[in-house]
């Protein structure tokens, strides 16, 4: 069965740090690009960051830029997300995906997507 499985999530209060990990199974996530995606309730889901197949060429949100950190171990099959002085709007659930290109395109069309883990950041 080919799935991919976010995990990582929970409750932090502003400033904090979380890491999200993706876990894939039945297939090598090293032929893919990743990509992290988010979505608030009420919001439209948006390109968090992304990492090429290759692991040379990243990109982020402007949002996020400077606090997140997208890597991959494809010996582990397993990709991340640290977030790092997390703030109350990135309250939301965290979707990892591969990526049906090679690049690292924020926005792009996914092959496979992860179920989710929730994120909130609160006192």
């Known amino acids: 069965q080919l799935q991919l499985v976010e995990s990582g999530g929970g409750l932090v209060q502003p400033g904090g740090s979380l890491r999200l990990s993706c876990a894939a199974s039945g297939f090598s996530l090293g032929d893919y690009a990743i990509n992290w995606f988010r979505q608030a309730p009420g919001k439209e889901r948006e390109g968090v960051s992304c990492?090429?197949?290759?692991?040379?060429?990243?990109n982020y949100a402007d949002s996020v830029k400077g606090r997140f950190t997208v890597s991959r171990d494809d010996a582990k099959n397993t990709a991340y997300l640290q977030m790092n002085n997390l703030k109350p709007e990135a309250t939301a659930v965290y979707y990892c995906?591969?990526?049906?290109?090679?690049?690292?395109?924020?926005?792009?069309?996914?092959?496979?997507w992860g179920q989710g883990t929730q994120v909130t950041v609160s006192k």
């Open positions: 995906a591969a990526s049906l290109s090679i690049w690292c395109e924020l926005e792009g069309r996914q092959a496979y």
């Open positions: 990492i090429s197949r290759s692991g040379d060429t990243t």
